[in-house]
């Protein structure tokens, strides 16, 4: 069975394995807040309707698109092939701060933003099929960020460094209680 064809947003994002469904919930309230256009859900992702998503998305799931995916590599020869740069946010050896990628213009939209499970990460899979690692660097005793922590942060500096790109409104979902 052929699939249909992938919308192209200026910006989305992959959850890959995300376990809790707070996190998932908060996630969809960051997408709609800095305009993001889809959230790909994958693998043991959760997807609404679910309560829990909805009690941390106050309604966010209903005005931001969303698609669940089996697993998060499934998804990504349609966002390559419509020309959609996908940057994964983990910190690696190799991994740059997301404001120097910014800096430098190594990102332009249409930009997939990849986020990975709260204690594995992004997949080495999905890292290797990334056009761009990059991180938030981290100045205490902590690694990492909480996952819609650090969507949160991602995706307001990607939209502060494109705040022109077309938010393809038309494209969105309308919240039936609007």
Known sequence: MEESPIAVFPFSALLEDVRSLWNVGSMFRTADGAGFGCLYLCGITGCPPDP?????????????????????????????????????????????PLAAALARDAIRPPVCLVLGNETRGVSVEMLTHSSLVCDLPMRGSKESLNVAVAMGIAAYMLREAFPLADLSVSNRPRDPRA
């Open 52 to 96: 829990a998503i909805e009690k941390a998305s106050l309604g966010a799931e209903t005005t931001v698109a969303w698609e669940h995916h089996t697993s998060s590599l499934s998804v990504l020869p349609r966002l390559q092939e419509t020309g959609v740069q996908i940057v994964a946010l983990e910190s690696t050896p190799d991994s740059e």
